[in-house]
């Protein structure tokens, strides 16, 4: 499964309402929740890599939400938002279920080149940011409250945009849309900062 899941976190997907009503017919099924599975599988696995310790909870984890989302699949309404950002609520709600972590919160600075995922969101120019700048970085999210890291790995593990985060967290998107800007412009300055 590991293999699964790096080679299947390249990128984000595209709107999948075609597909999610193909699973509501039984004779495809399988094959669209498999293509689901395939086009989120990075998405989850990111997203979940930053909120656990270690790569093996992580990959456990996705399994789990996984079968919850297949299970719940006839729960799951295409107007009331995106199939990924329901998908992520289910993570979200996996990872914080008591017991549900069995090797605890993940340090955020060994958590921050996932949040960066530079071969996704950015290209290759994070890739070569000196080890000073991530510990910096790592000191400066670590300082963060965790609703304020979770809105991070919404945006940069799980790559939602600020409508998906927005049904997610269940908030109006223009309220997320001016926390997340005040977030990244406060950790900007504060990085500058001499």
């Known amino acids: 499964?590991?293999?699964?899941?790096?080679?299947?976190?390249a990128g984000?997907?595209?709107?999948?309402?075609?597909?999610?009503?193909?699973?509501?017919?039984?004779r495809v099924h399988a094959?669209?929740?498999?293509?689901?599975f395939k086009r989120y599988l990075g998405r989850v696995y990111r997203y979940l890599r930053v909120r656990v310790a270690c790569e093996e909870?992580?990959?456990r984890l996705t399994h789990v939400v996984f079968l919850r989302a297949l299970e719940a699949l006839p729960q799951y309404q295409p107007l009331r938002g995106s199939f990924v950002a329901w998908l992520v609520s289910v993570a979200?709600?996996?990872?914080?279920?008591?017991?549900?972590?069995?090797?605890?919160?993940?340090?955020?600075?060994d958590a921050l080149p996932v949040l960066?995922?530079?071969?996704?969101?950015?290209g290759r120019q994070?890739?070569?940011?000196?080890?000073?700048?991530?510990?910096?970085?790592?000191?400066?999210?670590?300082?963060?409250?965790?609703?304020?890291?979770?809105?991070?790995a919404l945006y940069f593990a799980a790559e939602l945009n600020?409508?998906?985060?927005?049904?997610?967290?269940?908030r109006r998107p223009e309220a997320v849309k001016k926390q997340l800007g005040s977030l990244l412009l406060a950790i900007k300055e504060r990085y500058y900062a001499v």
């Open 12 to 26: 984000p997907g595209v709107r999948t309402e075609n597909e999610v009503s193909a699973l509501h017919d039984e």
């Open 116 to 122: 960066l995922h530079p071969e996704v969101r950015y």
């Open 126 to 152: 994070f890739a070569t940011l000196p080890q000073e700048a991530i510990a910096r970085l790592g000191l400066l999210i670590s300082r963060l409250s965790q609703p304020e890291r979770d809105l991070l």
């Open 92 to 109: 979200r709600r996996v990872v914080e279920e008591p017991g549900a972590r069995r090797g605890g919160v993940r340090g955020v600075s």
């Open 31 to 36: 094959a669209a929740f498999k293509e689901l």
């Open 1 to 9: 499964m590991t293999g699964n899941v790096r080679r299947h976190a």
């Open 162 to 170: 600020v409508l998906e985060i927005a049904q997610v967290l269940e």
């Open 57 to 59: 909870e992580a990959v």
